[in-house]
C-alpha cells in the first residue's frame, strides 16, 4: 500500500474530490483525518471509509477560521501521533461569481477567505506538525483557472486560485531543506456538484466543454488518483509543481464559440 504507515488530513472531505481522495487514501492505507463543515456528509465519508475496514475520524472545521484550522491538526496528532500529508481541498464556488463589474464585495471576501485564507491556515498550523513528523507532503487544491481565465467569468475563484499557486511556489521553496514537500492540484472542469451548480445550463456547460480537448468533463476520482501521486513517496522529487490534470485544456487553442 502506497501510504501505509501515515496519517492524512483531508479538508472539504464530505463531497467530490475530497471525499474521494479519503475513501482512496484510506484504501492506500492512510489514517484519514477528515475535515469539513457539513458534518452529515463528512460522517458519512468516515463511514465509507470504517466500513472498508481502514481508519478514519472526522472533525468539523471552517478552514477559514484559525481555531479550527488549528483544532484539525491537534485532532489529527492526538488521534493518531503525527500528520504526514495535508491535503488543503476545501472550497467554493459561489453561484454569484461573475465579472469585476457585477460580483458583489461579499462574495470576493467569502470567496478569499475559504479558498484562499483556508489554504494559508492549513499550511500555518499543519506545516509545523509535518515539522514533528520528520516531513511529509503538502498538496493545495488550486485549478487550471489559476493559469488561464475562464470563459464563463468567475473572477473571485479564479483569483483565489491563483493566489494559491503563488503561495503554493513560495511555501515549497521555504521549505524544501525540511523534507516537506508541497504541490499545487490543478484540476480542469470536473462533473462535481460544484461545478455543475455552477454551470447550471446547457449552454453554460457546452461553452467550458469546447475548450477541452478530451472533449468532457474530469471525474473526482481522477483528481484522487492524481493526489495520491502527489502524497506517495513515489514522487519524493516533486515539490513547487502545478500539477494539471485538466484533460489538455491548457495546452489547447480553442477560438471560444
Known sequence: MRLANKVALITGASSGIGRETSVLFANEGAKVVAVDINDAGGEETVNMIKQAGCEAVYVHADVSKAADAENMVR?????????????????????????????????????????????????????PALRRAGGGSVINTASFVALLGA?????????????VLALT????????????RVNALCPGPLRTEMLMKFLNTEEKRQRRLVHIPMGRFGEAKEMAQAALYLASDESSYVTGTEFLVDGGITAAYVTPE
Not at 151 to 163: D, H, L, N, V
Not at 169 to 180: F, G, K, S
Request: aromatic letters at 8%; hydrophobic letters at 40%; glycine letters at 8%.
Open 75 to 127: 485532532v489529527a496528532e492526538q488521534t493518531y501521533g503525527q500528520l504526514n500529508i495535508l491535503f488543503n481541498n476545501a472550497g467554493i464556488m459561489h453561484s454569484d461569481d461573475d465579472n469585476a463589474i457585477t460580483t458583489e464585495e461579499a462574495v470576493w471576501d467569502l470567496t478569499m477567505n475559504i479558498n484562499l485564507k483556508g489554504v494559508f491556515l492549513g499550511c500555518k498550523y499543519g506545516i
Open 169 to 180: 511556489r513560495e511555501l515549497a521553496i521555504v521549505h524544501a531543506r525540511e523534507n516537506i
Open 151 to 163: 470563459a464563463t467569468p468567475q473572477i473571485a475563484y479564479t483569483a483565489s486560485k491563483g493566489g
